[in-house]
DNA sequence: GATTTTTTTAATCATTTGATTAAAATATTT
DNA sequence: AAATATTTTAATCAAATGATTAAAAAAATC
């Protein structure tokens, strides 16, 4: 079990250096909360070496920001688009994948939704999101098993609201959560895992027709 | 229907104007990004004022904060306590209620979040979640339900995540949803009225035994 | 209506913070 | 080894920003 820090790819190059502090304390703080020497002593760096590197805080959160939101969105499209697997699969797949994505970073969803509220982000239109999720093969499988009446009919965006809303919202209340009873991290992680087993089986029990 | 600034109560007084000025800047943008300038701008008033009425933006902040939390728990606080109404009575009207609330006020929960993320928040404690929400007569109802065996054995957490991340998420998640499919902001609203039908059905599907 | 108190304003301060610069140190090339 | 290019540093700048002050305006009190 690796720490954030240290889970940190090679930090050899100054370059990484910054960026993998800049990632951190961005993630942790948000971009306007962070300071750029904030950043610097992180990374162990003299400050001017940051905007010699990236010329300027907002350059380097657009770097750190687009590797965020592509590595958040690589789960999903993994999955998404194997035409090997059935419906149930995919569900399992993702959920229990994204409970492991979470568990080691677990400030990376708040960190998008909060950066991604305001900014009219010409990001997410880079990325194409829609053209990632609602036009991939899970998508279609879905609407072809409504047809087919095999599921309950249902706006495949309730379907991931749901999935999306049971699996990353418990993360993104965990400091409430946690205080909400007395659980440990290691008891939330266990609490968790549990999730894997036993979201996909509610996500099951709402597809019945 | 009333916009976010019209619903601002009466802002007869200099201090009400600052107020909800603040609310509406803090709510939007959170503590850091927020500047006194824009909260002295929107309320009308000279930046002193802000400074003579509340000594400080911190000051204000811990204001606005503390009434929007408890704002947020008071819906809860109401259905939980209730000694009247049905396990799946409560499912309905505390899902209802909040979809309500969160239609009218969007941004309170990613601004929850966010600012109690890392802050070693006082207010937390100050509050005591845990004694509203866990040793509530709903918690009381569902546990002794799960003892006479009526509904399905759960850690009543799950049963609270998954009430507030398929209720809460997909407000929190809004403006990724509304770029995913091409929903306009009336059409995401019609989705939100839905789901508090949706949502309590789905919930009673988890709990059968 | 004069006096005192409260509220509001314009101007300014002090600190923080993103960014730059010129020089020093290090590495690379010739 | 000398010359050149790259990387790093210390010092500093300029703008933004939270906060204060002293005076003006308005309201309340006598």
């Known amino acids: 079990m690796k720490s954030q820090k240290e889970l940190s790819k090679t930090d050899h190059s100054t370059e990484d250096k910054i960026k993998n502090a800049a990632r951190l304390i961005f993630h942790k703080k948000g971009y306007?909360?962070?300071?750029?020497?904030?950043?610097?002593?992180?990374?162990?760096?003299?400050?001017?070496?940051l905007n010699y590197y990236?010329?300027?805080?907002?350059?380097?959160?657009?770097?750190?920001m687009l590797e965020s939101l592509q590595g958040f969105l690589?789960?999903?499209k993994e999955v998404f688009n194997n035409e090997e697997t059935s419906l149930e699969?995919?569900?399992?797949?993702?959920?229990?994948?994204?409970?492991?994505?979470?568990?080691?970073?677990?400030?990376?969803?708040?960190?998008?939704?909060?950066?991604?509220?305001?900014?009219p982000n010409e990001l997410v239109?880079?990325?194409?999101?829609?053209?990632?999720?609602?036009?991939?093969?899970?998508?279609?499988q879905f609407k072809h098993a409504m047809n087919d009446g095999i599921i309950a009919t249902m706006n495949p965006l309730h379907f991931i609201m749901n999935i999306l809303g049971m699996t990353v919202f418990p993360f993104i209340a965990s400091p409430i959560l946690k205080s909400l009873s007395?659980?440990?991290?290691?008891?939330?992680?266990?609490?968790?895992?549990?999730r894997k087993i036993l979201i996909p089986n509610w996500i099951k029990g709402m597809l019945i027709v």
């Open 89 to 119: 699969n995919k569900i399992e797949t993702l959920v229990s994948n994204y409970i492991d994505l979470l568990i080691e970073q677990p400030d990376i969803p708040l960190f998008l939704l909060s950066e991604l509220r305001n900014n």
């Open 74 to 76: 690589h789960s999903i």
């Open 54 to 64: 990236f010329r300027s805080k907002e350059k380097l959160f657009d770097i750190i």
């Open 182 to 194: 007395d659980i440990s991290p290691a008891d939330f992680e266990d609490l968790m895992n549990q």
């Open 32 to 49: 306007a909360a962070t300071r750029t020497r904030d950043i610097a002593e992180e990374a162990g760096i003299n400050l001017a070496l």
């Open 125 to 140: 239109s880079k990325i194409n999101i829609k053209q990632v999720l609602m036009n991939s093969y899970f998508i279609k």
